[in-house]
């Protein structure tokens, strides 16, 4: 039977379930892809260690997998099994009506997309080629702060600003991005790049490098955003009827800004999220920006999730499709990361790793994915979503 419809005017809620299902679903994971994930699972377990109300839940998990060699995939696959529990991710929606909710549907799929860090050029003075800022947090911009309000808003971070009222001072939504005028940002300049749409994609990654005249690199990262839902324009070319739906990819959007230079700076006005950052050391090359998390993100290992509904840490394993070859795509994954467009439990933003070639493979994930959460053994996922704390980080 079809879903029911929701009753307009009704508002409908997002929430997860977590089913437990039997461990053999880790025989899906080749020895290869749990070589290739065990550093980011170690990673994530350096950053919980760290953690004073998240340290216990995943401290003998922690401890039972730093002791397996890195090579050795029998003992990996022994302490996924027996030091963790394995229960798969639904997705719920239901109405909140007057009396009572209704369920409206459970979802089992949900979506995944892929980033990565991008390589622009750019010069920390403004001068042809280089005309478009990237820009520091403004000095105005608030964050507000919701988590001693109530534990279950820990994850919720409000911006804005200051306005005067005749009664007063009153904080207001900060500046949308067609809101942010030149005037309005002017001192926050951080670096100049060449390309307005590739400082609109690097918003979206979140994290980049930029090489300068002199041929020496810088990366920058995310240090705010200025509060305003993310909408995706590839999805407004798409309704426009302007671009096919398999044509709507970071490649296919690009196109279409150079085929159209003189409407890209009204369409990147549709999106009303804006992104700040601050300048980082490059420190290892091979090694990822940092995430949400606060460790380096590992390419093909990491992905972004809602913290809200997946723990910050946590290992998850994925059944998807590989965006370049089509291939089944099953592997561990470490949720190290969090993003303005990744909302649901069923929502995920895979980071393929640095430059052109891992861009080509990002641009085009966006395809249908299920997911299982890896809770340490006898301990409910809900329980460590209470533990969930930290900075979140909305690329």
């Known amino acids: 039977m079809p879903a029911p419809a929701p009753?307009?005017?009704?508002?409908?809620?997002?929430?997860?379930?977590?089913?437990?299902?039997?461990?053999?679903?880790?025989?899906q994971i080749g020895d290869a892809d749990l070589?290739?994930?065990?550093?980011?699972?170690?990673?994530?377990?350096?950053?919980l260690e760290r953690s004073k109300t998240r340290r216990e839940p995943w401290a003998a998990s922690c401890r039972q997998a730093a002791a397996v060699p890195a090579s050795d995939a029998a003992a990996q696959r022994a302490v996924l099994s027996q030091q963790f529990d394995v229960y798969?991710?639904?997705?719920?929606t239901l109405e909140d009506g007057g009396a009572g909710q209704r369920l409206l549907a459970t979802e089992a799929r949900g979506r995944m997309t892929g980033y990565y860090e991008p390589l622009l050029n750019g010069s920390r003075a403004q001068a042809a080629p280089f005309v478009v800022p990237l820009h520091r947090p403004p000095a105005d911009l608030l964050t507000i702060d919701l988590s001693s309000l109530h534990p279950e808003l820990a994850n919720l971070r409000l911006r804005g600003r200051l306005q005067q009222a005749e009664k007063g001072t009153r904080v207001v939504p900060y500046w949308s991005r067609a809101e942010l005028t030149e005037e309005r940002l002017r001192g926050t300049e951080l670096l100049w790049v060449e390309d307005a749409i590739e400082a609109f994609f690097l918003q979206i990654q979140g994290s980049g490098r930029v090489r300068l005249p002199d041929g020496s690199m810088v990366r920058v990262g995310y240090a705010d955003t200025n509060g305003h839902p993310y909408r995706s324009i590839g999805?407004?070319?798409?309704?426009r009827g302007e671009l096919p739906l398999e044509q709507a990819s970071m490649q296919g959007i690009m196109a279409w800004a150079r085929a159209n230079p003189?409407?890209?700076?009204?369409l990147l006005k549709e999106?009303?999220?804006?992104?700040?950052?601050?300048?980082?050391?490059?420190?290892?090359?091979?090694?990822?920006?940092?995430?949400?998390l606060g460790v380096p993100l590992t390419p093909g290992y990491s992905v972004a999730v809602d913290p809200r509904f997946i723990p910050l840490g946590a290992p998850v394993l994925i059944a998807s499709e590989h965006p370049s070859t089509g291939a089944p795509l099953r592997r561990m994954v470490l949720a190290q990361d969090t993003g303005g467009?990744?909302?649901?439990?069923?929502?995920?933003?895979?980071?393929?790793?640095?430059?052109?070639?891992?861009?080509?493979?990002?641009?085009?994930?966006?395809?249908?994915?299920?997911?299982?959460?890896?809770?340490?053994?006898?301990?409910?996922?809900?329980?460590?979503?209470?533990?969930?704390?930290?900075?979140r980080r909305d690329r």
């Open 35 to 47: 070589a290739g994930a065990w550093p980011a699972l170690l990673a994530s377990c350096r950053n």
């Open 341 to 391: 467009a990744i909302r649901g439990p069923l929502r995920f933003d895979l980071f393929w790793g640095f430059g052109a070639a891992a861009g080509a493979v990002a641009g085009r994930q966006r395809h249908d994915v299920q997911a299982w959460l890896l809770a340490p053994r006898g301990l409910r996922p809900e329980t460590l979503l209470a533990k969930n704390e930290g900075p």
């Open 262 to 266: 003189r409407r890209v700076a009204d």
């Open 235 to 239: 999805r407004l070319l798409v309704d």
């Open 88 to 92: 798969r991710i639904l997705s719920v």
């Open 7 to 27: 009753t307009p005017g009704v508002k409908t809620l997002t929430e997860a379930r977590y089913e437990r299902v039997a461990a053999d679903v880790l025989s």
């Open 271 to 292: 999106n009303p999220s804006y992104v700040f950052f601050r300048e980082l050391p490059i420190g290892d090359p091979n090694a990822g920006p940092v995430g949400a």
